[in-house]
Structure formats: C-alpha cells, structure tokens
C-alpha cells in the first residue's frame, strides 16, 4: 500500500498528505510513501507534522498495521513535542513511547494503534 504525499499548491485530496517543505514544492508531482510502518518526519515543515502524521496513521490503520515507528529526530525535541502533543489526543492510538536504541531511542516514538474494526 502507498501513501500519496502531495506537494504541489493544490488542496490534499482524500488519502494525500502535503509535504510542500519550507522552500515550496521540491518535485512536481506527488511523492508515493510505501506504507510500511516507519515515516521519517525530517522532510516536512514543523507545521504539516501534525496533518502528516494523522493521514499516514489513517493509512496505517486501513492497511492493519498495529505499531508504527515516527522517526522525528533528536535535535532540541521540538519535533518529537508536536508529534506527541498530538498523538495523545489521537482517538486511534493506544499508547507512544520512545523507540528502543537500536531503532532511533528518543528521536523516534514507536505508536500502537487500534485495529481497523475496533
């Protein structure tokens, strides 16, 4: 399954993500995400975090997957704050931590998700 990460001015249709970064488009067409349970976050601006994350967790969900790792980076934390302000309120996640040392420790947060049906 791939995730659809628009990056061109036009409004995300359903089942798309913007990713314009903070220069403005870097491809002219949309860039094709495998859904695969890990999203590096390093390529979007702070603000699209949140709306990147709900759209590949909603796709995360429908493909079944139940553990997703976001890698955010470890610099001063601010990325990892957005991601986790967010995903505390998220009706879909069942818990976050941090990601063990060998798969990114606290510059990636490992998600458990709700089951599709459930």
């Avoid at 860039?31 to 702070?46: S, T």
């Avoid at 553990?67 to 995903?87: C, S, W």
């Avoid at 996640?93 to 947060?109: N, Q, R, Y």
Wanted: glycine share 12%; hydrophobic share 40%.
């Amino acid at each position: 399954m791939l995730l659809a990460m628009e990056l061109l001015d036009d409004p995300p249709k359903e089942g798309e993500v913007t990713g314009s970064g903070e220069g403005g488009p870097p491809f002219n067409e949309p860039v094709r995400l495998p859904i695969e349970g890990v999203l590096d976050l390093h390529a979007f601006a702070p603000k699209e975090i949140p709306s990147v994350v709900e759209e590949y967790l909603c796709q995360c969900r429908q493909a079944g997957l139940s553990e997703v790792r976001l890698i955010h980076g470890k610099g001063k934390g601010a990325q990892r704050a957005v991601v986790r302000r967010f995903l505390v309120s998220h009706p879909d996640v069942l818990s976050f931590a941090d990601a063990p040392p060998e798969a990114g420790g606290w510059g990636a947060t490992l998600v458990r998700l709700r089951s599709p049906d459930g």
